[in-house]
Structure formats: structure tokens, C-alpha cells
């Protein structure tokens, strides 16, 4: 009958072996679990396109200031598109505001912070009167907004409160 024996040194090291490559394991998770934590904070921070801290207005500030209302940020064409419409509540601020390309509408996604452009500029036959209904069609590639997602609405360095998409 063949014996075998055991080396007892061997039997302590894998224990310890096996609590090491666990403690490596519990980093590793730890710095990715971190690391996703503070990407979701770095890129939730709102800011205006060049880069500096956007202003927040209310419904009622742009309004006020610069004539216009949102009306509609709906979901539409399966999916694919979204009907973004502004009613004209000053035609004159409305107009001057709008006319500059650097304040043109963009839609940003709330939680991710995707961002959704509007074309190069406006329509040169635009009505502007009081009442009117500016609307615009943007795609919605990878159907990032769908209804019922908050959406923040930018205009250059003004960003209004989230609105909840239809």
C-alpha cells in the first residue's frame, strides 16, 4: 500500500493564497463600482455648450424674457423622432432671441445627459406673430427619450427645468 503524505506547509499557504486573490477581487469591484459612481455625477452636471454652468429658468422666465412657451416635447414615428413645439407668446422677443444661432433649442436627456441638436438654423419663412406655433422635428437616434423621460430643453446658456416627454 502506497502512503501519502502532506506536506502541512502547503496546507497554510492556499488558504492565504485564495484570501489574497479575494482581497484583489473586493478592490477591483470596489474602483469599478466608484468609478461608475462618480462618471454618473461627472456627466450629470449640466452645462450650456461652451462648457460654463448653464442658468436655469422657469416656464414663466422664458415667458417673460424671451416670448416663448414649449408646448410639446412628443414622441412620435414609432419612435424615431421627436415633435418639439414652442408657442410665440412675443413675437418681437420671440424672434430676436431665436434668431441668434447660439440659442437655438437643443433637447438634453435628463439622466444621461444625450443631447439632441437642432438643424443649422431657422426657416427664413417663419411667421412670427403672436400665438404661433414654432415646431421642429429631431431624430431620436437610439431612442434615447421615450414618453414619460425628463427632457431639459437649452437655449444657449439658459436650460429650462426637466419636462416630462408625451
Not at 412675443?90 to 439632441?116: T, Y
Request: hydrophobic share 45%.
Amino acid at each position: 500500500m502506497a502512503e501519502s503524505t502532506t506536506d502541512p506547509s502547503m496546507i497554510n499557504k492556499q488558504p492565504a493564497s485564495m484570501g489574497r486573490t479575494l482581497l484583489i477581487i473586493a478592490i477591483i469591484l470596489l474602483l469599478v463600482v466608484a468609478g461608475f459612481f462618480a462618471y454618473r455625477a461627472w456627466s450629470g452636471r449640466q452645462t450650456s455648450v461652451n462648457g460654463s454652468p448653464a442658468e436655469f429658468l422657469s416656464a414663466e422666465e422664458l415667458a417673460e424674457r424671451h416670448g416663448l412657451a414649449v408646448r410639446l416635447i412628443g414622441v412620435t414615428a414609432a419612435g424615431g423622432m421627436i415633435d418639439f413645439r414652442l408657442k410665440i407668446l412675443d413675437a418681437d422677443k420671440a424672434q430676436q432671441f431665436l434668431e441668434d444661432p447660439a440659442n437655438l433649442p437643443r433637447l438634453i436627456v435628463a439622466e444621461s445627459g444625450e443631447a439632441l441638436m437642432v438643424s443649422e438654423g431657422l426657416d427664413d419663412d417663419i411667421e412670427w406673430e403672436d400665438g404661433g406655433i414654432l415646431f421642429n422635428f429631431y431624430p431620436n437616434d437610439n431612442n434615447v427619450i421615450r414618453p414619460g423621460t425628463p427632457v431639459i430643453v437649452e437655449f444657449g446658456a439658459q436650460q429650462l427645468e426637466p419636462i416630462e416627454a408625451q
